[in-house]
């Protein structure tokens, strides 16, 4: 079984949709859940992170960790066409760090 | 805004040679990491450095890999002996005493 679950995508959507990415995982000891985005051919870059289950927000983001779950999710507000990357979940510690398979995400104008 | 830098953005290279990737994290970083993205494939671990040594470190990372922080700014991957499937992004990151990782904007590495 893989340590982190992501659905690669591709997911389209309109410009000002509402959009929903989400993780899995299976290890228990996971403390710190993470949310990159990364262009193509460039370095992920940091979007949110949270310590705790509950809800996170940042603008037009929303971290949720549901921790009995074993389940985040990030949602996106009012989509712009700029936000088209792919989304990657990470997790830490132990040994590491995690990260899930990337969301495509594409919105269209 | 501090950032992590790598250097080369792109290198090239024959099969069997070495190569060494180097990466300047934020300064006041003290925990650092290699990655490696290859092409529509998942980021994954190679190894975490602190305290001037090797903290953790993936099955990907083997003998061919080294790490080095040669001075008080860079941190570098070496690898050895190149193979074809090396061939890939590598990304440097650092951080604080927060768990959360700055990543540099990679090298890729291409290996013929």
């Known amino acids: 079984q893989k340590e982190v679950e992501q659905d690669p995508g591709p997911l389209s959507v309109p410009e000002g949709a509402i959009v929903s990415l989400n993780c899995t995982y299976s290890?228990?000891?996971?403390?710190?859940f993470m949310w990159y985005r990364q262009y193509s051919r460039k370095g992920p870059e940091l979007l949110m992170y949270?310590?705790?289950?509950g809800n996170k927000e940042d603008g037009r983001f929303t971290a949720q960790v549901d921790k009995s779950s074993k389940y985040i999710s990030l949602f996106i507000r009012d989509s712009q066409p700029s936000d088209s990357a792919t989304y990657l979940c990470?997790?830490?510690?132990?040994?590491?760090?995690?990260f899930g398979s990337g969301t495509k995400l594409n919105v269209k104008p | 805004e501090p950032e992590v830098t790598q250097t080369p953005s792109h290198q090239v290279t024959q099969m069997g040679q070495e190569v060494i990737l180097r990466c300047v994290p934020i300064?006041?970083?003290?925990?650092f990491y290699w990655y490696r993205q290859i092409l529509g494939q998942k980021v994954e671990f190679l190894v975490s450095?602190?305290?001037?040594?090797?903290?953790?470190k993936s099955e990907i990372f083997d003998d061919q890999f080294s790490v080095e922080r040669p001075d008080g700014s860079n941190f570098t991957l070496k690898i050895r002996s190149t193979k074809l499937e090396d061939s890939a992004m590598y990304f440097c990151?650092?951080?604080?005493?927060?768990?959360?990782?700055?990543f540099g904007p990679g090298t890729r590495l291409l290996v013929l």
């Open positions: 990151a650092s951080r604080g005493d927060q768990e959360t990782q700055y």
């Open positions: 290890n228990s000891a996971f403390q710190y």
């Open positions: 949270t310590y705790s289950s």
């Open positions: 990470a997790m830490a510690p132990p040994g590491g760090f995690y």
């Open positions: 300064s006041n970083h003290l925990y």
């Open positions: 450095f602190y305290n001037n040594e090797i903290s953790e």
